[in-house]
């Protein structure tokens, strides 16, 4: 009698504990955080446009041998091999450095966002949960697709005035 008490007992507090480790997340949390990633892949795409056109319009340094010099990751011997100079080096670096520059400012501006609009510990938590229920992906994926098209349709509207 005392080991299917003491059976009962365990399975009882293993459905508790698996029942507290369940969140829930209502539209309005998923709303916050899905506003803040549109908000951060629309960031993302503006970036990518700017270092692209850096690139482009680098006198020095054309895009093929830009990118070129970035597969060597600064390996002195592989630049040796594709015969890069000086100004080309001073070129690819002033890029990489505006970007990297431009990559810290966003880092520093997410983290603020994801603060005073998510919290840490709803991102958290949000963000593991997203990961093992399909369901709630679900639910998040609507609510982002319909912000992010929302974002789009009124950023192209404002550039067409």
Do not use: H, P
Not at 31 to 59: F, P, Q, R, S
Not at 83 to 107: G, K, L, P
């Amino acid at each position: 009698m005392k080991k299917v008490l003491l059976m009962v007992c365990l399975i009882a507090s293993t459905m508790i504990v698996k029942a507290q480790e369940e969140v829930s997340f209502n539209d309005e949390e998923l709303t916050k955080y899905a506003t803040v990633m549109v908000w951060a892949e629309l960031e993302k795409g503006k970036m990518t446009g700017i270092y692209n056109e850096w690139i482009n319009n680098d006198e020095t340094l054309v895009a093929s041998r830009f990118v070129e010099i970035k597969k060597t990751k600064g390996d002195s011997l592989k630049l040796q091999e594709i015969a890069v100079t000086n100004d080309e080096v001073v070129a690819f670096e002033m890029i990489q450095a505006n970007y990297d520059s431009m990559i810290n400012s966003f880092t520093d501006v997410y983290k603020a966002e994801l603060k005073e609009k998510v919290s840490y510990g709803l991102y958290n938590k949000l963000r593991k949960a997203l990961k093992a229920d399909a369901d709630l992906k679900t639910r998040y994926q609507t609510i982002y697709d319909g912000l992010l098209e929302e974002q789009k349709s009124s950023g192209s509207d404002e550039s067409d005035e």
